[in-house]
């Protein structure tokens, strides 16, 4: 099964994130823009694995205390994907180098490129270049859990499905 572990988002966070695309669709980009159900922000990506019950484990040795997630208030993009960016934490850097970590010493693979934490707003984007002037509600949410994640590919693109979560606690 596809797996990954992310960071599920509050209606306000979306809300801000729907409107932002909005504005993205009104200056007639295109591409596949990300469905409400399917907003997340991305903390590790697992890929092909079959053992979700060791990843929740390893999930929980994580201690972190809550935070707030807050939006940058623009968007970015790696080449045609548009993401919404978020302002910086660092207990959210925290949680991912933990994160890291304990995937590594259970040795369970995951995407190790440098975390670049981004909320996916548009795939495959084509048309305007001209978003850099967007601006994004800076909405916030607490944080009091990150989920385990499964990506489905469905006639209609992916579905994400929570599988298990793990409660952050204040130490
Ligand atoms: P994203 O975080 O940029 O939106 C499920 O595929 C989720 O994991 C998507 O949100 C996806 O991109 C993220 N992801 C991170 N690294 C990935 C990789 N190497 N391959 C596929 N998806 C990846």
Not at 22 to 42: A, D, P, V, W
Not at 45 to 53: A, K, R, V
Request: charged fraction near 25%; proline fraction near 3%.
């Amino acid at each position: 099964m596809r797996l990954f572990i992310a960071i599920r988002l509050d209606d306000n966070i979306k809300r801000a994130l729907i409107d932002a695309q909005y504005e993205l669709r009104q200056r007639s980009l295109k591409g596949r823009f990300t469905n409400i159900n399917n907003m997340h922000l991305t903390l590790a990506f697992i890929g092909e694995y079959n053992e979700p019950e060791k990843v929740l484990e390893t999930m929980d040795k994580i201690q972190c205390e809550p935070f707030s997630l807050t939006l940058g208030g623009y968007i970015g993009n790696f080449g045609n994907l548009l993401w919404a960016g978020i302002e910086k934490e660092p207990r959210l850097e925290a949680l991912v180098k933990q994160l890291r970590h304990f995937l590594s010493t259970e040795q369970i693979p995951f995407d190790r490129k440098s975390f670049n934490p981004h909320i996916t707003l548009i795939r495959n984007a084509i048309g305007s270049k001209e978003f850099a002037d967007i601006e994004v509600h800076k909405a916030s949410m607490t944080v009091g859990s990150f989920s385990l994640m499964r990506s489905n590919f469905g006639r209609h693109g992916a579905v994400y499905t929570e599988i298990g979560s793990v409660e952050l606690s204040q130490t």
